[in-house]
Nanobody
Framework: QVQLVESGGGLVQAGGSLRLSCAAS????????MDWHRQAPGKQRELVAG???????NYADSVKGRFTISRDNTSNTVSLQMNSLKPEDTAVYYC??????????????WGQGTQVTVSS
């Protein structure tokens, strides 16, 4: 019914940049909040950045000033521009969407995850 497909992950050297994208499709009436999470091996999944339906943004302290979250409501897409990458940013990144389906059910959906590896 609803799918979130991520893209843009890869291998990059420290100091480099990557741009992640996540496109939502399916029986969607309206998307509320969208956010990005990441999980490194042996660690808990953590919130990296979020953007509300009203456009308010929130970032983890570790990425403030380096990452920028944005959304395009016409394409139901959320992006994460990652600059000045550090080895500590290495993780699987997941997008999440809080949305209202066409049957007016409020649901939360996760993308499949995309690997980001930053070498020193």
């Amino acid at each position: 019914q609803v799918q979130l497909v991520e893209s843009g992950g890869g291998l990059v050297q420290a100091g480099g940049s990557l741009r992640l994208s996540c496109a939502a499709s399916g029986t969607i009436f309206r998307i509320n909040a969208m956010d990005w999470h990441r999980q490194a091996p042996g660690k808990q999944r953590e919130l990296v950045a979020g953007i509300s339906g009203g456009g308010s943004t929130n970032y983890a302290d570790s990425v403030k000033g380096r990452f920028t979250i944005s959304r395009d409501n016409t394409s139901n897409t959320v992006s994460l521009q990652m600059n000045s990458l550090k080895p500590e940013d290495t993780a699987v990144y997941y997008c999440n969407a809080d949305l209202l389906t066409t049957t007016f059910r409020r649901r939360s959906y996760w993308g499949q995850g995309t690997q980001v590896t930053v070498s020193s």
